[in-house]
């Protein structure tokens, strides 16, 4: 089991290359993926989701990479010698018809910064090549990290079972009481009305079956029994779990609706709320399982 919720981070440094690669991760029922990537990166987008989603299923994911060179850029000057010569020509023409006195000089086309071109040569691939292996490490740590939180929330899953289970014969116990106590209650107001009629005993007891069935919940605690070890068994299993967590914990809660509304003692109708609870931390819970 995972948890949603995690961070990691790394850095490489490599000939003058500084990369740091940070990997976010955060609940959203389904997968969605966030990239902040150096601008030259465009064409490794599709690589880089293939990675992510190695790791990561469910979420929302953030992703970004910062490419950094330290010490002085290599560099070269690049100078447009059409557009210089253009300004030359249109300068000395536009002096001959004002009738202006003058000499051009070099200052005069240093003062045009469209003509200069400083262009920064950089490693594409170099820097790709380290910023992927970071993104490995970052992506790594992110992962150990929800391990680690799956692990907590496992457990409490686990206890939350065991509360839950436990409950089960304590409802058993007050549901049979309950329901022989509707039982005779029915038979003596049945036979408080009839007063000294005639009773068909055996009718008498069928009707009394019958109204003691309306407050039965063994099917339920069947099926709620059933549910709690589909739930146990799947904490058991590795993987994504978190929408089998959210399905079994809505039939779950099902389940203890209508026991709660057919319970016929006060203490059932209590242990019913107090499991309700237990299973509202859990839908909790699993909302950062992935």
């Given at each position: 089991?995972?948890?949603?919720?995690?961070?990691?981070?790394?850095?490489?440094?490599?000939?003058?290359?500084h990369?740091?690669?940070?990997?976010?991760?955060?609940?959203?029922?389904?997968?969605?993926?966030?990239?902040?990537?150096?601008?030259?990166?465009?064409?490794?987008?599709?690589?880089?989701?293939?990675?992510?989603?190695?790791?990561?299923?469910?979420?929302r994911?953030?992703?970004?990479?910062?490419?950094?060179?330290?010490?002085?850029?290599?560099?070269?000057?690049?100078?447009n010698?059409?557009?210089?010569?253009?300004?030359?020509?249109?300068?000395?023409?536009?002096?001959r018809?004002?009738k202006?006195?003058?000499?051009?000089?070099?200052?005069?086309?240093?003062?045009?910064?469209?003509?200069?071109?400083?262009?920064?040569?950089?490693?594409?691939?170099?820097?790709?090549?380290?910023?992927?292996?970071?993104?490995?490490?970052?992506l790594?740590?992110?992962?150990?990290?929800?391990?680690?939180?799956?692990?907590?929330?496992?457990?409490?899953?686990?206890?939350?079972?065991r509360?839950?289970?436990?409950?089960?014969?304590?409802?058993?116990?007050?549901?049979?009481?309950?329901?022989?106590?509707?039982?005779?209650n029915?038979e003596?107001?049945?036979?408080?009305?009839?007063?000294?009629?005639?009773?068909?005993?055996?009718?008498?007891?069928?009707?009394?079956?019958a109204?003691?069935?309306?407050?039965?919940?063994?099917?339920?605690?069947t099926?709620?029994?059933?549910?709690?070890?589909?739930?146990?068994?799947?904490?058991?299993?590795?993987?994504?779990?978190?929408?089998?967590?959210?399905?079994?914990?809505?039939?779950?809660?099902?389940?203890?609706?209508?026991?709660?509304?057919?319970?016929?003692?006060?203490?059932?109708s209590?242990?019913?709320?107090?499991?309700?609870?237990?299973?509202?931390?859990?839908?909790?819970?699993?909302?950062?399982?992935?």
């Amino acid at each position: 089991m995972r948890s949603m919720t995690g961070f990691g981070r790394a850095e490489a440094v490599r000939n003058g290359i500084h990369i740091v690669a940070e990997v976010r991760a955060l609940n959203q029922r389904f997968f969605e993926l966030k990239l902040n990537l150096p601008r030259a990166w465009g064409p490794h987008e599709s690589e880089i989701r293939k990675m992510v989603q190695g790791v990561v299923s469910r979420g929302r994911v953030e992703v970004f990479v910062r490419y950094t060179r330290l010490g002085p850029s290599k560099a070269k000057l690049q100078v447009n010698d059409e557009l210089a010569r253009m300004y030359v020509h249109e300068l000395r023409r536009l002096g001959r018809t004002l009738k202006l006195d003058g000499n051009l000089r070099l200052e005069t086309i240093l003062q045009r910064p469209e003509v200069f071109h400083v262009i920064e040569e950089e490693e594409p691939q170099l820097g790709v090549e380290l910023g992927l292996a970071a993104l490995r490490r970052a992506l790594k740590l992110m992962d150990t990290e929800r391990v680690r939180e799956g692990r907590a929330l496992k457990r409490d899953f686990e206890l939350r079972l065991r509360a839950l289970a436990a409950a089960i014969p304590r409802m058993r116990e007050l549901a049979a009481k309950a329901r022989a106590l509707v039982r005779a209650n029915f038979e003596t107001r049945i036979r408080e009305l009839l007063a000294d009629l005639p009773v068909n005993e055996k009718r008498l007891y069928e009707e009394a079956s019958a109204a003691a069935q309306h407050g039965d919940i063994t099917e339920e605690m069947t099926r709620l029994r059933v549910h709690l070890d589909a739930m146990s068994t799947l904490l058991k299993r590795s993987g994504p779990v978190g929408k089998a967590i959210e399905f079994l914990l809505q039939e779950i809660n099902r389940e203890l609706n209508t026991m709660g509304s057919k319970a016929q003692d006060a203490r059932l109708s209590q242990i019913t709320v107090e499991m309700k609870g237990e299973v509202e931390k859990m839908r909790e819970q699993a909302q950062n399982v992935e």
